[in-house]
């Protein structure tokens, strides 16, 4: 009996580290690309029943690849996890954050209107510049976020819309100079995006 008790326990403990591993970026810890798209899909659907917002940032380190070339790619992978720790720390316990892919993110930031998310993505931007970092005793260049925000229902009805605007807006923060925020308006409004700084 007791045997058997151990090796269900065994086999339930395997299948929970299985299912957290799919769902999940080994580097990071944070949850991976494509639990965030069914997350975002089932937000979505959650907060048009309810009448809420829900904003969406698409994150990105500025210069990364630049950074791996001075430092080396063991110095870039202590400062992704340096960030997953930054971004667990600095939002809220239901928003959703994601690795991407590379050194993009993706946070999901339910019951927020995108003018509280980009106050919000500033605040990080702000933090995430401040924080000196140190690794194998040389102090590291100071790294600056570039930031697309976008917010449903305003400007999209579908997980895909949602973050092809926020990443439309990323790169807008990229192409103004990097270290800037660009939140995306209504897209029935005119003039369609203002950049926040």
Known sequence: MAGQLDHSIASLRLRETLHD???????????????????????????????QRLSVLFVDLDHFKRFNDTFGHEAGD???GTMANVFQDFFRGNDLICRYGGEEF?????ACASRDAGTRADGLRDQVRNTPRKHGGKTLTALTLSIGVAAFP??????????RVADDCLYKSKA?????????????APGAEHKAN
């Open 21 to 51: 591993q799919s769902i999940r970026d080994p580097l990071t810890g944070l949850y991976n690309r494509r639990f965030m798209v069914e997350c975002l899909e089932r937000k979505i659907l959650r907060s048009g029943r309810n009448g």
């Open 78 to 80: 202590y400062v992704l």
């Open 106 to 110: 993706v946070i999901l930031l339910p």
């Open 154 to 163: 305003d400007c999209g009805a579908t997980a895909s819309e949602l973050l």
């Open 176 to 188: 103004s100079g990097r270290d800037a925020t660009t939140v995306a308006q209504s897209i029935h």
